[in-house]
């Protein structure tokens, strides 16, 4: 794992200097402990940070073809760099390493921009074509890897974080207000997005040109639901089951010390176990969890590391550890979810015994593991009853059952289903994602005239839609799934897992997210997947082969911990301090009435407002941080 860099001129005639080159390589030393490198050419520059996974001696970059007219930087790792070589060496290409950099080279070389077709694995790397006069960027199909850039007429800047663009002192950090108002609604910002105007996110499954002072953005893959599998349900778990060996055996491909992330959910788990059978050593796994019987997995992980013997490790989590926010959220250039937090200390835990550690990531995604994927049903027969009837039966059974602040109570469950119930299609998942943070009514309360009239009418929603609508799904549920692949696990879940566990120099690997798995998923009908009641219904028949029964019964709950009491109690006096003298609010974006309201209205336990209260924390530290201290 690593972190790559660059500056590319238009002007032929300009050289890149080389001090940008350096401090852009220096913002990111984190990801890349292990050695470093850098290549100047006249109007091009790269920059590389290596964390040493495989072939350690012999994987410098920037790296370079035969006669020196083709330069790679790349972060990430491609699994089937092997069975790749064979085929290049075959047609005479010739290696000076062992790495699968140098396979990228060799692929780009024979197959153009098309090479990325080739590849299974987490990448993103850039590559200088000396002779096209042209530079190729790349990003995985999933996003597991991430790719900042800034382009304008003079220049194009690109790095694997935001802080390694804002080096270029002349880049303008403003405020992406559409970005802001994402994030409030969604907790992540949806691709190209960042929360600078001046800086964008590639997305996933999409590669990029810059030619000629021009730039050109193409996705290149993306994965079909319409085709279904035509076996039987028994032949897909078969056929799930040979998959999910051959994804994880080919993650265990490392040459320094491995282990398992282990939260007690079956997708971790499931990883964990099959990590056990495919490892010639006893493998290492590690857990978080907190003094809390509501957010608490660590028996259920202890209970899966006891079945398969591994050396297992735990961390408890306590409310002290938010002092570390302000350092989570420098960095991940951007305001952040409870769920950061968690990751950030796991990974911690985890580097001190181990590089690589897999996890998983995706399963959710994959195999239907929401809860709103069976509310989402639910309010669709909801839909069937006139509305009249619905919304007074609904209302009357609210009063009934007052603000509950506990983890998944029924009166939270039922203002949920009474909300979404007023929506169709894309809209209603939209809210269905954002109706515990900022509502449209929350935000016409909480923004200034100023910062509304800034926004121009534009809703947040259009980026769920945008995937919701797709044409690669012909049903509710599977467009549900997709949207969730598309957006919010790039966005939200690849993105904190990349910059948490790369703030540590960790390695993070998700074998769910091996794209064949994920085109083979697609087609399996969403009815094996959510049914009868239970999410996840075909991941765990299948899974019965390897995990303690406990496991394959109780409901999804993943890293968490009692954030809604810790802002009653704790973390009491640091909301006050921080909201009294806020920046967004003195420099006119925010209604301080407003922001008072349901600071007051969460610690005297009238409504639940721990997710907004989130939200507006971060915002404040991100602003206070990358806007009004810079």
């Keep these: 794992m690593c972190g790559i860099c660059g500056k590319i001129y238009h002007d032929f ?62 972060n990430g790792e491609i699994y089937n760099h092997q069975e790749l070589r064979e085929i290049l060496l075959n047609k005479g290409h010739i290696y000076k390493t062992k790495t699968d950099s140098e396979t990228i080279i060799h692929l780009y070389e024979e197959f153009g921009v098309n090479c990325v077709d080739h590849l299974r694995g987490m990448f993103a790397f850039a590559i200088w074509d000396n002779n096209k006069k042209q530079l190729f960027i790349a990003r995985d199909r999933l996003g597991e890897k991430p790719l900042f850039y800034h382009f304008d007429n003079q220049k194009f800047l690109f790095g694997s974080e935001v802080k390694t663009i804002l080096q270029e002192k002349n880049i303008e950090r403003s405020i992406n207000f559409e970005a802001m108002d994402c994030y409030l609604s969604l907790r992540f910002i949806p691709a190209p997005n960042t929360m600078f105007n001046e800086i964008k996110k590639l997305p996933a499954g999409h590669f990029l040109l810059v030619k000629d002072g021009k730039l050109e953005i193409k996705q290149y893959w993306k994965p079909s639901y319409i085709e279904k599998y035509k076996g039987t349900k028994q032949q897909a778990i078969e056929e799930l089951d040979n998959m999910m060996a051959e994804v994880v055996k080919m993650r265990l491909m490392s040459d320094v010390p491995l282990g398992a992330f282990l939260s007690g959910g079956i997708d971790s788990s499931l990883i964990a176990s099959l990590i056990s059978l495919k490892s010639e050593s006893k493998p290492n796994t590690f857990s978080i969890g907190v003094v809390d019987d509501d957010y608490n997995e660590l028996p259920y992980a202890k209970a899966v590391a006891e079945k398969y013997n591994t050396t297992h490790r735990e961390f408890l989590i306590k409310p002290v550890i938010l002092d570390i926010l302000p350092k989570v959220i420098d960095m991940m250039d951007e305001p952040t979810d409870p769920f950061a937090i968690s990751v950030y200390n796991i990974s911690q835990v985890t580097r001190q015994h181990v590089t690589v550690a897999l996890g998983g990531d995706g399963g959710d995604e994959l195999f239907g593991g929401y809860d709103r994927y069976h509310g989402n049903k639910f309010v669709s027969y909801l839909h069937n009853i006139p509305e009249i009837i619905r919304k007074t039966s609904l209302e009357t059974l609210i009063k009934i059952f007052p603000e509950d602040f506990s983890k998944k109570s029924l009166s939270q469950k039922l203002r949920w289903l009474n909300h979404m119930s007023s929506f169709d299609d894309d809209r209603r998942y939209f809210e269905s994602m954002s109706f515990f943070r900022f509502l449209d009514k929350n935000k016409n309360e909480l923004y200034s005239s100023d910062l509304q009239s800034k926004l121009n009418g534009d809703h947040p929603s259009k980026y769920i839609g945008n995937y919701f609508n797709d044409d690669v799904t012909n049903n509710y549920l ?75 019964t109780r409901e999804k709950q993943g890293f968490g911990f009692p954030l809604n009491r810790w802002l009653k109690n704790d973390l009491k006096e640091m909301i006050n301090d921080v909201f009294s003298s806020s920046k967004l609010i003195s420099d006119g974006y925010f209604n301080r009435n407003y922001v008072n309201k349901i600071k007051d209205e969460h610690q005297k336990g009238i409504v639940d407002h721990q997710m907004r209260i989130w939200g507006l924390l971060n915002m404040e530290l991100w602003y206070n941080s990358f806007i009004t201290n810079k």
């Design 13 to 74: 005639n300009r050289s890149v200097e080389e001090p940008i080159i350096n401090d852009m390589m220096d913002s990111i030393v984190h990801r890349g402990p292990d050695d470093e490198g850098k290549y100047l050419n006249k109007n091009v520059g790269l920059g590389f940070r290596r964390l040493s996974i495989i072939d350690l001696s012999l994987g410098h970059q920037p790296m370079t073809n035969e006669d020196g007219t083709v330069w790679l930087v790349f």
């Design 478 to 552: 599977d467009a549900m799934m997709y949207t969730d692949l598309m957006s919010r696990l790039p966005d939200y879940t690849l993105q904190i897992l990349d910059r948490m566990t790369m703030a540590h120099s960790l390695e993070g690997r998700s074998p769910y997210l091996d794209h064949k798995l994920v085109e083979f998923a697609a087609t399996l009908p969403p009815e094996w997947k959510v049914s009868n009641g239970k999410l996840k219904a075909i991941l765990r028949e299948y899974s019965k082969k390897y995990l303690p029964p406990v496991l394959l």
